[in-house]
């Protein structure tokens, strides 16, 4: 259990990672002046500046049906920082449960 706690502890920190450049590279768009805060929606930054990410337009859609297409067209710095609020929450929990739980020793 406490390898799967661990493993969720970091892939949430990867995830995190991954939000923030994303953060960083929709703010960079909307200072630049390409697009304006409330044009920047989660399936704009996903069909023309990050394409390879579509997938996630596709599962999220799929799995959420109608909330899910009301989600994608949330501005990106609204739902952002939320997912990497979330994520950073999600890995602190892992982290401490992990953290209480005692480590098992290989020559048993």
Do not use: C
């Amino acid at each position: 259990m406490r390898n799967f706690l661990l493993a969720i502890f970091w892939i949430s920190n990867i995830g995190n990672v991954i939000q923030f450049l994303i953060m960083v590279s929709a703010g960079w768009l909307i200072l630049s002046g390409d697009y304006s805060f409330f044009e920047l929606n989660v399936v704009l930054f996903v069909t023309e500046v990050t394409p390879w990410l579509r997938w996630i337009e596709t599962i999220i859609i799929a799995v959420l049906g109608d909330l899910g297409r009301w989600i994608l067209s949330i501005p990106i710095f609204i739902i952002s920082p939320i997912k990497f609020i979330a994520g950073a929450l999600i890995g602190w929990w892992a982290y401490a449960a992990a953290k209480n739980i005692p480590v098992e020793s290989a020559y048993h």
